[in-house]
């Protein structure tokens, strides 16, 4: 499954992980690490708890390195999708808030 690149207009972003995370008194979350074949572009989109991948989703452009360490942390994890888990990968992802980085329209072809 692909998402339309938002740098490169290439159908060619894909999802590279998953994890559900749970992110303080807010709602549960599943979140998908996206990486761009073509140009590279890191990238995080955020779905509901039901995780279920709608037609239009909006994703948010991550800095290269929180990206990379945050997918490192999620390799290391032995049950990404089981989000009372306490590894780092869920520490830090539960931990962490778009508001601010670039987002955009992260449709489905
Ligand atoms: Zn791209
Ligand atoms: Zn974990």
């Known amino acids: 499954m692909t998402y339309l690149c938002p740098i490169c207009t290439q159908n ?11 992110h303080g008194r807010k709602a549960d979350r599943i979140i998908h690490f996206l990486l761009c074949n073509h140009c590279g572009l890191q990238a995080l989109a955020f779905f509901g708890e039901s995780g279920e991948e709608t037609a239009e989703q909006v994703g948010y452009i991550v800095d290269r390195s929180t990206w990379a360490d945050l997918h490192l942390s999620w390799a290391g994890c032995p049950d990404p999708l089981e989000k009372s888990c306490q590894c780092p990968a869920h520490l830090k992802l539960g931990r962490f808030d778009p508001v601010g980085e670039r987002s955009f329209p992260c449709r489905l072809r």
Not at 12 to 22: E, F, N, P, Q, R
């Open 12 to 22: 060619d972003l894909s999802v590279v992980g998953k994890i559900a995370a749970s």
